[in-house]
């Protein structure tokens, strides 16, 4: 069964350090992965994903995210983090075969340093 | 494109009573829609897989008496929580995948339940 570990529960950077969300996965076939952040009493928004092709993946709002399947990991990066980028960050993974049943990992809290 | 859309946003109901949820895709058919729950500061847990047209799949642990969940259309699913207790406060979140084309599943804005 597939599944998404999220090691982080919460994080505190500075406003303009660098940030890496951890996420590890585990699936049978190529994964699908997603990245989707959170906002207090929001919903989701898609940061990025990847299918296929490329392994570095570029999404919304600077985010990058990068593939590795040796590792079973899909680390989320920012080079320069901003006040507005708190929220809670989920990692996931999903299929696409027949249903896109999307798996969330159990998210990592970001705050941001002044 | 690919707007899904849940309704009402945010509800407050009484003890007893049941609730229903509407989930909406508004530009695109979906033959799959998800619904998942999210308790407060928690990830969000798949409840059931809703497919039009035939019964939805609950996941291990989710009472299927207790949310049903309909699936009438290519665009509207819902889900009604029924004979609500405090303890379904939560979070209500959508997702639907479009009919065509190879991608993912979009989600809904959520809808917040509280019970008293």
């Known amino acids: 069964a597939q599944s998404v570990t999220q090691p982080d529960i919460h994080i505190t950077v500075s406003e303009g350090a660098s940030l890496e969300l951890r996420c590890n996965y585990s699936y049978g076939a190529t994964p699908y992965l997603f990245w989707y952040v959170q906002s207090p009493g929001q919903g989701l928004q898609l940061l990025l994903k990847?299918?296929?092709?490329?392994?570095l993946v570029q999404g919304i709002k600077g985010f990058e995210a990068e593939f590795k399947r040796s590792q079973s990991s899909f680390n989320l990066r920012k080079p320069s983090v901003h006040w507005s980028d708190a929220a809670e960050y989920f990692c996931a993974v999903g299929e696409l075969s027949s249903a896109s049943k999307i798996i969330f990992g159990s998210g990592t809290r970001l705050s941001i340093r002044p | 494109g690919a707007v899904v859309s849940q309704h009402p946003s945010r509800v407050i109901c009484k003890s007893g009573t049941s609730v229903k949820i509407e989930c909406r895709s508004l530009?695109?058919?979906?033959?799959?829609m998800f619904w998942y729950r999210q308790f407060p500061k928690k990830s969000l847990m798949l409840m059931a897989t809703s497919n039009e047209g035939s019964k939805a799949t609950y996941e291990q642990g989710v009472e299927k008496d207790k949310f049903l969940i309909n699936h009438a259309s290519l665009t509207l699913s819902t889900l009604t929580v029924t004979s609500a207790h405090p303890e379904d406060s939560s979070f209500y979140i959508c997702s639907a995948r479009p009919r065509t084309g190879n991608t993912e599943a979009f989600f809904g804005q959520g809808t917040r339940l509280t019970v008293v």
């Open positions: 990847y299918f296929s092709g490329d392994t």
């Open positions: 530009d695109f058919q979906a033959t799959t």
